[in-house]
Antibody
Framework: VQLVQSGAEVKKPGESLKISCKGS????????IAWVRQMPGKGLEWMGI????????RYSPSFQGQVTISADKSINTAYLQWSSLKASDTAMYYC????????????WGQGTLVTVSS | EIVMTQSPAALSVSPGERATLSCRAS??????LAWYQQKPGQAPRLLIY???TRATGIPARFSGSGSGTEFTLTISSLQSEDFAVYHC?????????FGGGTKVEIK
């Protein structure tokens, strides 16, 4: 079971961005995929989760309206996107697979570093 | 929303010694508590779920205990590869919430 994320990104404020997380080694459509933010030197923040089988998506109240989570089950890939980045979006972003029964996460992707700077 | 508080924020321990990390929930989470290890430059890794069940491949020196609002992660004899940040996470209530982390440093 493996989650492989897209590479680091450097963007300017106001730009859009879509990062990806590709699953392999398991039935991608049958497990929820979560996105987690880690700002520099800080803890983990759960952003939202998607079920690739039917694209059912839930967001943390803190991130609702700030990001969009989507998935393409035909290529076993989940996405996290921004329409207009801010400097405060600078962080490491991880995807992680939810357990089949409970809402803990294993395994995790390697992370995608997003840097937003003018 | 539940608040998860980890203490201490940092812990200095000598190799071979025991480390005890605490995680407190602002309201009961039953045993729906997970622990993760995060080494520098790496993604988190699941250590414990259900408050006390070790994940696949996790050494027996890691143990979790507690229920309700008070939880403990114990590393019985610290190895060099155990120096890392440890995060707790509750999954009893929506949304899932992480604690702020405890950094275990070499003394």
């Amino acid at each position: 079971v493996q989650l492989v994320q897209s590479g680091a990104e450097v963007k300017k404020p106001g730009e859009s961005l879509k990062i990806s997380c590709k699953g392999s080694g398991y039935s991608f459509t049958n497990y929820w995929i979560a996105w987690v933010r880690q700002m520099p030197g800080k803890g983990l923040e759960w952003m939202g989760i998607i079920y690739p089988g039917d694209s059912d998506t839930r967001y943390s109240p803190s991130f609702q309206g700030q990001v969009t989570i989507s998935a393409d089950k035909s290529i076993n890939t989940a996405y996290l996107q921004w329409s207009s980045l801010k400097a405060s979006d600078t962080a490491m972003y991880y995807c992680a697979r939810r357990d089949s029964s409970y809402i803990y996460f294993d395994p995790w992707g390697q992370g995608t570093l997003v840097t937003v700077s003018s | 929303e539940i608040v998860m508080t980890q203490s201490p924020a940092a812990l200095s321990v000598s190799p071979g010694e025991r480390a005890t990390l605490s995680c407190r929930a602002s309201q009961t989470v039953s045993i729906n508590l997970a622990w993760y290890q995060q080494k520098p430059g790496q993604a988190p890794r699941l250590l414990i779920y259900g408050a006390s069940t070790r994940a696949t491949g996790i050494p027996a020196r890691f143990s979790g205990s507690g229920s309700g609002t008070e939880f403990t992660l114990t590393i019985s004899s610290l190895q060099s590869e155990d120096f890392a940040v440890y995060h707790c996470q509750q999954y009893n209530n929506w949304p899932p919430i992480f604690g702020g982390g405890t950094k275990v440093e070499i003394k």
